[in-house]
C-alpha cells in the first residue's frame, strides 16, 4: 500500500462508526482483532494489515470511551447553577454571545461550590446595539463568573433533522448555560495571549466597521475570520444558493494562501527561524478563525507541508489530510460527525485522488490538439469542477441544496476572494500599528491611517464584485432547495467517484488484472449497500430507498402535525404554526426534502387554528401541495385559508371516507355537515380514524370534551393524537375508555404558555395503563413498522422505542 495512513484513517473512522451505533462489544472486537492478528502474523511480513487492525480498535475504544463520558454538569440539567471559568471561544449571535467557558469550580445556587473540569456553551443573553462591535471579542480569555440555568442540548427531533447534541459533542460540549447579563461578571484575564489576539480582533472589526458599508464589511468579516454572523441573512442565503457559501468557511483556500505569501516572504531566511514565523503565523491565524474544523484540517496540512521541507520529505495531499484527520479523530472521535470536518477532508481528498488524474487528461487533450490554452484553462477550471463534482452529493445531503451555478461563479469568486483575503490581512497588520499610535507619531499615525483607507477602498470594491457575481450566481437556472440523496446513494456514489480515480484501479486494468478490479468493484459496492443497512441508517438494502417512517407526529412546537407515507403517497395533517417564526420553511421543508419529498399530494387541515393551519400555507408557498381538506362548515369560511397554494380544495363531513390504496385509508367520524353557529372553532376539527394496514390511529385535531362525548359508538384504536395538546379540557375517561388505545401521543411545545399537557390528563393516561409519547419530550414520534402481533414506536432520535400490542378486531 503506497498510502497506508490512507487505510489507517478509513480503519479508524469504521472503529468509530462501529462503536457508535453499537454494532459489536468491544470485548467481542478484542477477541476478533486478536484471532486476525496471529492469523496474519504467520501468513505476512507487512505491518500494515496488522496497523489496520490496531487502528480500527483505537476508533472504537475512543469512541467507546467518549459515549461513556459522564458530564458533571449535566447532572445539574434545569437547575440554577453558579459557575466560574475562562472563557476560551468568542462567536456572535444575534441575541446573545456563545462564550465557550472552560469550567472549573461551579455548583446549585445556596450549596457548595465543586471542582469540575468540563467546558460549557455560555449563551449569554444580549441584544443587537447593546454593546460595541468589540466587546465580546475583550471577553476572550478573561476569568467569568455567571449565574444561570444550565440544561443538556436536545438531539435530533424530526426524522432526519439536525442532531444539535452530537454537534456540540463534536466541541467537546455536553451542556447549554443560559445566563443573563445582569448575572454575568468578567474578571481578571487568565489567558494573556487568547485575550490580546482577542482584542486586537475586535479592534480590527470595530475600525472596519465604522469604515465600510455593513454589506462590504459583512464580507469580509465572514470572508477572512469566518464570522458569518454580521452577514444578512439573505444575503449569506444567496451565496449559498449560487454556489459560493464555501468562502466564508476559513479552511485550505485561506491557510493554503497565507502559506504561499509566507513562502515568498521567507525565501533565503534561515530554515529555523522561517520555519518558526510560518508556525507562528498560521496558528495565530488558526486561533483568529476559533480553530474550527476546516481551519484545523487546513492548519495540520499546512504544518506537515512546512515539516516536509527540512525533513527533504515528498508531501502528499492524501497522506497529509489522512494523518490530520487521524490525530483529530483521535482527540475526539465526534468529529467524524461533524458536516464541516466531512466536507472539509472530502475536499482535500477530491482535491488529492481525483485532480490529478483530471489534470493528466487535460495535458493528454491539450497535447492531442497542440492548444496551450487548453492547459491554461484546466489549471483555472479543473479544481473547482474537481471539488464541485465531488462535494456537491454531501452538501445536498447536509444542506439541501444543490447549486449548479457554483461550476461557473466559482473561478472568478476564487480569484476575488484570493485579493481580497490578503487585502483584509493587510488591514489587520495596519490595524495593529494603528494601536501603537503614541510610538508612531502624527506622520507615522497619518500614513497608516491612508493606508488603511486605501486598504479599505479595495476591499469595498472587492467585496461589490462578489456580491455581483453572487446575484449572477442566483440567476442560473436548476439550483436551489433540493431533496437530500438516501444515505445507501450516498455511500455507493463516493465509492465510485474515489475507486474510478484510484491508483488501485489503475494499476490493475493496466496489469490486465480485470478480474481482480471487478471483485474490489463488487465488494466495494456490497458494502456501500450493507454498511448503512446495518448501521440503522437506511431501512432498506435497495440504495435508492428512503428511511422514512410510516408514520410521524412531528415536533412543531406547540401544534400539531402528522406526515403520513405509504410508497410514493405523503400526506400531511396539519401542519403546525407560529407567530415567532417561518415553521413550513425551517421545520417541514427540510424535513419532508431530507427524506426525499418534494410534494404533499392530500393535506388536512382539521381546523382554522394558526397552530394547525399557518405550517401548511408557508410550505405551500415553497412545495406543490395537491390537494387540501376542510371539514365542511368551512365552506362558509374561506377566507381562513385563501392563502393555501393548491390545486383543489375538498369539504368532507362525518361519514365521508377517503380510501388511498388497498393500505391506507381515512374515516371521516366529525364534525356533522351542518352545525350551529355556536359551536366553537375547536370542535369543527376534523376527528378522523387512520387505517393504515390495519393499524387504526385516531387523529382528534383540537377537539374539546363535550364534542368527544357526542362521537358515535366505541372507537377502538391502536394510536390516540390526544386532543388539543393534552389540554384540561379535553381527554375524558369516558372517550378514553371508548378508545382503548395502546398508544397515545402528545403534540406540545417545550415548557408552553399554556400549560399543556394538563396534569389530570396524564394521569388518566397512566392510571389507565396507556404508553405515553410527549414530542415535547422525545421530539417527533414514528411509527415505524407494522408486524401482525404488534407495531413499534419510536422516537426521532431512536434512544426510545416502545412495542406496542395491536387490538384483536375479530
Known sequence: MRRPLIGFFFAEAFGILMAHYELIRFQHLCMICAGVFLLLRFKTKSLIPLMLIVFLSLGFFRMDCEGRTVSDLAAWDGQVVRLSGVITKVEVKEYYLALTLAVDQGG??????????????????????????????????????????????????????????????????????????????????????????????????????????????????????????????????????????????????????????????????????????????????????????????????????????????????????????????????????????????????????????????????????????????????????????????????????????????????????????????????????????????????????????????????????????????????????????PIGLLVMFYMIFFLFFSETRFILLRRGKHVCFRLLSSACLIAAVTFPFICGVSGSLLPWRYHTPLVTFLDVGQGDCIHIQDGNINILVDGGGSFYKDVGKTILEPYLLKNGITRIDLAFITHADLDHRKGIQELSQRMPVGKLVLSHPYIRKQDAFQDIRCEEVVYLSAGDSVDIGANLSFRILSPRKTVSNAVSENDLSLVMMLDYKDVMLLLTGDLERTAESQLSGPLPCDVLKVAHHGSAGSTGPEFLASTSPGFAVISCGKNNVHGHPAPRVIELLEKSGIILGRTDQCGALCLRSISPDHFLMENAARDLFWTVDRKDRE
Not at 454589506?215 to 468579516?221: K, N, R
Not at 465526534?334 to 472539509?344: A, E, K
Not at 482535491?351 to 493528466?360: M, S
Request: aromatic residues 8%; hydrophobic residues 45%; positive net charge.
Open 108 to 485: 446549585p445556587i445556596g450549596e457548595t461550590s465543586l471542582n469540575i473540569r468540563e467546558k460549557t456553551l455560555l449563551q449569554l443573553e444580549l441584544q443587537p446595539g447593546e454593546y460595541p462591535v468589540d466587546y465580546p471579542y475583550r471577553l476572550a480569555g478573561k476569568r467569568a463568573e455567571c449565574s444561570g440555568r444550565i440544561s443538556c442540548p436536545e438531539g435530533r427531533r424530526n426524522p432526519g433533522g439536525f442532531d444539535y447534541r452530537l454537534y456540540l459533542q463534536g466541541k467537546g460540549i455536553h451542556t447549554l448555560f443560559r445566563a443573563s447579563r445582569y448575572r454575568f461578571d468578567a474578571l481578571e484575564t487568565e489567558k494573556h495571549l487568547l485575550h490580546g489576539l482577542s482584542i486586537k480582533k475586535g479592534e480590527f472589526l470595530k475600525l472596519a466597521g465604522e469604515r465600510m458599508s455593513p454589506e462590504g464589511f459583512s464580507l469580509l468579516a465572514g470572508l477572512l475570520f469566518g464570522e458569518k454572523n454580521y452577514i444578512q441573512e439573505d444575503v449569506y442565503e444567496g451565496f449559498r444558493q449560487s454556489g459560493m457559501g464555501h468562502i466564508f468557511a476559513v479552511s485550505g483556500l485561506h491557510v493554503g494562501l497565507l502559506y504561499a505569501v509566507l513562502l515568498k516572504i521567507s525565501r533565503g531566511w534561515r530554515r529555523d527561524v522561517s520555519l518558526a514565523v510560518m508556525l507562528g503565523t498560521i496558528i495565530t491565524y488558526a486561533a483568529l478563525a476559533n480553530f474550527s474544523t476546516s481551519v484545523l484540517r487546513a492548519t495540520g496540512m499546512a504544518i506537515l507541508a512546512m515539516l516536509a521541507r527540512p525533513l527533504r520529505g515528498r508531501y502528499d495531499l492524501p497522506t497529509a489530510a489522512s494523518a490530520t484527520a487521524l490525530i483529530l479523530m483521535t482527540v475526539n472521535p465526534f468529529h467524524l460527525f461533524d458536516s464541516g470536518f466531512q466536507l472539509s477532508f472530502l475536499a482535500a481528498y477530491s482535491i488529492g485522488v481525483a485532480l490529478p488524474v483530471v489534470d493528466l487528461k487535460i495535458k493528454e487533450l491539450a497535447d492531442r490538439h497542440k492548444k496551450e490554452w487548453i492547459t491554461s484553462a484546466g489549471n483555472i477550471l479543473c479544481p473547482c469542477a474537481v471539488v464541485q463534482v465531488g462535494m456537491a452529493p454531501l452538501i445536498a445531503y447536509h444542506f439541501l441544496l444543490f447549486a449548479p451555478a457554483g461550476f461557473l461563479v466559482n473561478p472568478p469568486a476564487l480569484l476575488l476572494a484570493g485579493l481580497l483575503l490578503p487585502i483584509g490581512l493587510l488591514m489587520f497588520l495596519v490595524s495593529l500599528t494603528l494601536g501603537i499610535s503614541a510610538w508612531l507619531g502624527p506622520a507615522g499615525t497619518l500614513a497608516a491611517d491612508v493606508l488603511f483607507s486605501a486598504l479599505t477602498g479595495i476591499a469595498e470594491g472587492l467585496a461589490t464584485l462578489l456580491l455581483r457575481l453572487s446575484a449572477l450566481g442566483q440567476a442560473v437556472p436548476g439550483g436551489g432547495m433540493c431533496p437530500a440523496p
